[in-house]
């Protein structure tokens, strides 16, 4: 009997030390997420121009190609045009041009822009089944968009230097800061900011636009771009909008956990 007593004795002994140990790495691991958790969020908002470089990508793709399967024509006394040797380049750049255009004005959010895909892939099929497509290239034999070397290299250029100031520099002229129990808006020109109380703060996320948002804004590599929406509580409530936010779910998570929380200081993340 005392022997059974005394082992029993030592197995409690032992579970305890091993309660002890896991709730040391608990503890020890919770206090490493909470140093790693980011205090202070910086996250920007980004114009409709942020997703008009696939235009200047593509641009240089079009340059290449012309480059490596490009014909020399003599418009000219004075200078030679190199062009790609098929119209399919410069029609195609056209294309991708005008739907850029288009879409990153008109939103079609939600179920209505699958609904939209789905219904222009339909209408394609059935019109390649008809050979309606024949029929209409056709009819239009002058339909050839020959575009020289140095235009594609100029325009995608002269696009990318645009791009890298407005993403870049102009972009983030005006930010949101998100810290525990704090959301101001700072503008860098004139030192400007607006504060708003984050506790109740209802935060929202605008339906995604599936060509803007999932692919131009490389959702599908689990980047992405979205719009998030904020509503303050109490008896006044303000309402804002930060458009075009790159990484949205990373920082739809993050500002998700730094609105309920009031940690000390910490390091500065920036969206």
């Avoid at 020959?146 to 990318?160: P, R």
């Avoid at 808006?185 to 984050?198: L, P, T, Y």
Wanted: hydrophobic residues 50%; contains cysteine; glycine residues 6%.
């Amino acid at each position: 009997m005392l022997m059974t007593v005394q082992d029993t004795g030592n197995d409690t002994a032992e579970l305890t030390e091993a309660a002890q140990k896991i709730a040391f790495r608990q503890n020890a691991e919770s206090a490493r997420k909470a140093e790693a958790r980011p205090q202070v969020l910086r996250v920007y908002q980004h114009s409709n121009f942020f997703y008009w470089w696939i235009v200047w990508a593509y641009g240089l793709v079009c340059g290449l190609l012309t480059y490596l399967d490009g014909r020399t024509v003599n418009l000219f006394a004075e200078k030679q045009l190199h062009v790609h040797s098929s119209a399919w380049v410069g029609i195609s750049f056209v294309s991708l041009l005008l739907i850029v255009i288009f879409f990153t004005n008109y939103r079609v959010r939600g179920a209505n822009s699958l609904i939209m895909i789905l219904a222009l892939g339909f209408i394609a099929m059935i019109m390649q089944q008809m050979g309606l497509w024949g029929v209409i290239f056709s009819r239009f034999p002058a339909l050839l968009i020959f575009m020289n070397l140095a235009f594609y290299l100029s325009l995608s250029t002269a696009l990318l230097i645009l791009w890298i100031i407005a993403t870049f520099i102009l972009d983030r002229m005006t930010y949101w800061e998100f810290t525990p129990g704090q959301v101001t808006q700072r503008r860098r020109i004139g030192g400007s900011k607006q504060s708003f109380d984050a506790h109740g703060l209802h935060l929202d996320r605008v339906s995604d636009d599936i060509l803007i948002n999932n692919i131009l804004g490389l959702g599908f590599l689990r980047y992405g771009t979205a719009d998030l929406k904020f509503t303050t509580s109490g008896a006044v409530r303000d309402t804002f909008i930060i458009e075009n936010v790159w990484r949205a779910d990373l920082r739809d998570q993050q500002i998700r956990e730094l609105i309920v929380v009031r940690p000390a200081n910490a390091p500065t993340l920036a969206a």
